[in-house]
């Protein structure tokens, strides 16, 4: 079975540090850019990142340019999303997904990031 | 990366038809066929129906269809059930290797 399983989320404070994971299985990973989406409670979906199979091309959207970076270990099977100065509007779920012909065509459960003091 | 534009709610009754509208410009959606359609179930991970403006993946019902014109993408839904209430998402590459989703679009089935 096809699967992506986030982890990594939880109660981090502003300016704070957060490593999110995304465990691949039932697909072979090294091929497929993957992407990284987030929801804040009660909105639409917002694109955050994307990355080739090799990790050679990146992109991240405007608001998280400089302070999110996106990494991934095909030997692991797993992309990363490494976020830093945490801002109380990054709170959000999460979720990594699979990139087929420009769409994202498996996605994750999601993993909850809350930025609080 | 400005999002895409959606109507913020359609509505329609069982049978009938309705479409939602992704309008973006001519550097993006005009430019490309590389729109996506995602439905979203309340409290679910969202799901893809409609890749590269015209096509449904395995398992996506035919009654779901894409089209676009110009700088506007649609998605249409014929012959609405009631478990087609969800929130839909358009969603775009706009160049230079980034991607933009549209503000979502919350179907109700009277």
């Known amino acids: 079975e096809v699967q992506l399983v986030e982890s990594g989320g939880g109660l981090v404070q502003p300016g704070g540090s957060l490593r999110l994971s995304c465990a691949a299985s039932?697909?072979?990973?090294?091929?497929?850019?993957m992407l990284w989406v987030r929801q804040a409670p009660g909105k639409g979906l917002v694109w955050v990142s994307r990355m080739n199979g090799d990790g050679s091309t990146i992109s991240y959207a405007d608001s998280v340019k400089g302070r999110f970076t996106i990494s991934r270990d095909n030997a692991k099977n797993t992309l990363y999303l490494q976020m830093s100065s945490l801002r109380v509007d990054d709170t959000a779920a999460y979720y990594c997904?699979?990139?087929?012909?420009?769409?994202?065509?498996?996605w994750g459960q999601g993993t909850t990031v809350t930025v609080s003091s | 990366q400005s999002a895409l534009t959606q109507p913020p709610s359609v509505s329609g009754s069982p049978g009938q038809s309705v479409t939602i509208s992704c309008t973006g410009s001519s550097s993006d959606v005009g430019s490309y066929n590389r729109v996506s359609w995602y439905q979203q179930p309340p409290g679910a991970a969202p799901k893809l129906m409609i890749y590269e403006v015209t096509n449904r993946p395995s398992g996506v019902p035919d009654r779901f269809s894409g089209s676009k014109s110009g700088n506007t993408a649609s998605l249409t839904i014929s012959g609405l059930q009631t478990e087609d209430e969800a929130d839909y998402y358009c969603f775009s590459y706009v160049g230079s290797y980034t991607m933009v989703f549209g503000g979502g679009t919350k179907l109700t089935v009277l």
């Open positions: 997904g699979r990139e087929s012909f420009y769409a994202m065509d498996v």
């Open positions: 039932g697909f072979t990973f090294s091929p497929y850019w």
